[in-house]
């Protein structure tokens, strides 16, 4: 028996569909259904504030006003004093999970001793670090650059680690019998080979690591994004305190979005190139 | 024009299981190269002829005896192909040609160029190996161990890894290249075909690392594999193996 096909053209998606499922159709349409569901969320839940009730008030912090008794410029003083204490903690965390990290993933003895205790930080969350630090330190800098650097040290070491143990023996080998320069060999071999992986363990460490510094803030600092955020919630004004929090994951994803994100994709351009094999080429050359 | 002295070499390796014997990779093998010509190292898998080039190369040690590698008196410049690629794979093609080479200059990248060329890879000195096929990696291999002018060329089986019509074409290459150059070469296979069309002198070795035979290939350059001079010494010679007694350790 025979069975006839007819062979139907299939129809072009529309123009709405094609822009919905691009990257950035994706991404604000994501937004835009998350703000509307934000408020009719504040239709059921009066205590939830508004978006548009989060947005004037954060106007207010940064453009100075009555509200609060913030003064203009007030708003750059505690972020600037968050993100200094942010970028101290994410530098201590980052270089000791770089060292850490490249020494689990060359030495066996070194990986049998701190692989697991590297283990068990990854498992800690942040708010547990924000607690010890204050208990530790008391109020002042210390408490908050540490919760950071301690809650991003294992993200980054772990991904160090990784990065090393993919620089094969056979590289090591190829590496010896051609003679290569031991500066050659740090720069193209080790540098290079984990360069990625050293990203994505500071993207990973940023990420984990804000609300770390948050906390931290909220529990003893006197000034930073997390101390305003306590402030409004002290006050019971809950547009201050989800503006702040929202504006600091603001921050932190766009750092994400628009710097390391691309610096890894351009570390790891030589892992994603396989997908982009160049079959002209490979039927040009043979 | 190298010198390769090979003097009462021997290689154990530790028991692989607990209370096992140790390995005998090589065992007191003797064997000189000197000139420009291309040998093969014949045998079946786990004879030592990986272990052999490694001792030569520097990669590994001996446990006795000595190798000597020296070109007008002193040590010789070494090129190797192994058995995959072995390219850095964050660098570009050109990164990893000029990543043995002593020096940055454009007379050096010129250079390197020119040989990936002559294995028709001229448009992929900015690909990353990724974007290559195993065939294409294995030919920046090959340009590459050229490039570096070596005195001593080592060869890995280094189409062990590809199809047969691949592996095919990268041995006319070589031919072309080795032609060109005459560089002494030390090629290790377990392709009597390959060892036959490829070099002027065969070693063979046994199980146990022994040398059973060694063979000279009295046919010009450059062979054909479909070659009746060459199909029928390989029958020869695979004929000598299927009555291949391994001499016994001393």
């Given at each position: 028996m025979t069975t006839l096909i007819q062979e139907v053209e299939p129809e072009p998606d529309s123009t709405l569909k094609r822009w919905i499922l691009s990257d950035r159709g994706a991404t604000l349409t994501a937004a835009f259904l998350f703000l509307v569901m934000w408020q009719l969320l504040t239709l059921f839940a009066p205590r939830v504030p508004n978006p548009w009730a989060v947005v004037k008030i954060m106007w207010i912090e940064l453009s100075g006003g009555d509200y609060g008794s913030v003064r203009k410029g007030e708003f750059w003083n505690h972020y600037a004093a968050t993100l200094q204490r942010y970028a101290y903690g994410l530098a201590i965390g980052f270089t000791a999970g770089v060292l850490v990290g490249a020494l689990i993933g060359a030495s066996n003895i070194a990986r049998a001793l701190i692989s697991d205790t590297v283990l068990v930080l990854l498992a800690l969350p942040a708010f547990v670090w924000a607690f010890l630090t204050t208990m530790w330190?008391?109020?002042?800098?210390?408490a908050p650059v540490l919760t950071v650097a301690f809650t991003a040290f294992p993200f980054v070491a772990v991904n160090v680690a990784q990065g090393v143990r993919a620089i094969t023996p056979d590289l090591r080998h190829m590496s010896t019998a051609f003679g290569v320069t031991s500066v050659k060999r740090f720069r193209h071999l080790i540098l290079a080979g984990i360069t990625g992986y050293v990203f994505a363990g500071l993207r990973f460490a940023m990420i984990v690591s804000w609300n770390g510094v948050l906390l931290s803030e909220w529990f003893?600092?006197?000034?930073?994004v997390g101390f305003r955020t306590r402030f409004w919630f002290d006050a019971n004004r809950y547009p201050g305190f989800l503006g702040w929090v929202i504006s600091f994951i603001i921050f932190v994803v766009a750092l994400d979005r628009l710097v390391l994100t691309k610096l890894q994709a351009r570390a790891f351009r030589w892992r994603n190139s396989g997908d982009e094999l160049d079959k002209d080429l490979l039927a040009t050359v043979g | 024009m190298a010198k390769v002295t090979v003097s009462k070499l021997a290689k154990l390796f530790p028991?692989?299981?607990?209370g096992g014997d140790v390995v005998r990779?090589?065992?007191?093998i003797d064997f000189e190269v000197d000139g420009n010509v291309f040998v093969s190292i014949v045998g079946p898998s786990g004879c030592g002829k990986s272990t052999l080039l490694n001792i030569l190369s520097g990669v590994d040690t001996p446990t006795s005896g000595s190798v000597t590698v020296t070109e007008a008196g002193k040590p010789a410049k070494l090129g190797y192909v192994f058995q995959?690629?072995?390219?850095?794979?964050?660098?570009?093609v050109m990164d990893n040609m000029m990543y043995v080479r002593d020096d940055d200059s454009e007379e050096s990248v010129a250079n390197a160029a020119k040989y990936l060329s002559m294995v028709g890879?001229?448009?992929?000195?900015?690909?990353?190996?990724?974007?290559?096929s195993g065939g294409m990696q294995q030919r920046v291999g090959i340009a590459r161990a050229f490039s570096v002018e070596p005195d001593l060329l080592l060869m890995d089986?280094?189409?062990?890894?590809?199809?047969a019509m691949t592996a095919r074409s990268l041995r006319d290459h070589l031919q072309e290249l080795w032609s060109r150059t005459r560089k002494t070469v030390l090629f290790v296979t377990h392709d009597v075909m390959e060892a036959v069309q490829l070099s002027d002198r065969i070693i063979v070795l046994a199980p146990g690392g022994v040398i059973y035979d060694d063979l000279s290939i009295d046919l010009p350059h450059p062979?054909?594999?479909?070659d009746p001079k060459v199909a029928t010494l390989q029958a020869e010679i695979l004929g000598q193996f299927e009555n291949m007694q391994v001499p016994a350790v001393q």
């Open positions: 330190f008391g109020i002042g800098w210390q003893n600092g006197q000034v930073g | 028991p692989p299981v607990k990779a090589i065992t007191n995959d690629a072995r390219l850095l794979p964050w660098r570009s890879l001229d448009h992929t000195h900015e690909m990353f190996p990724g974007q290559l089986e280094p189409f062990s890894h590809l199809d062979r054909k594999a479909s």
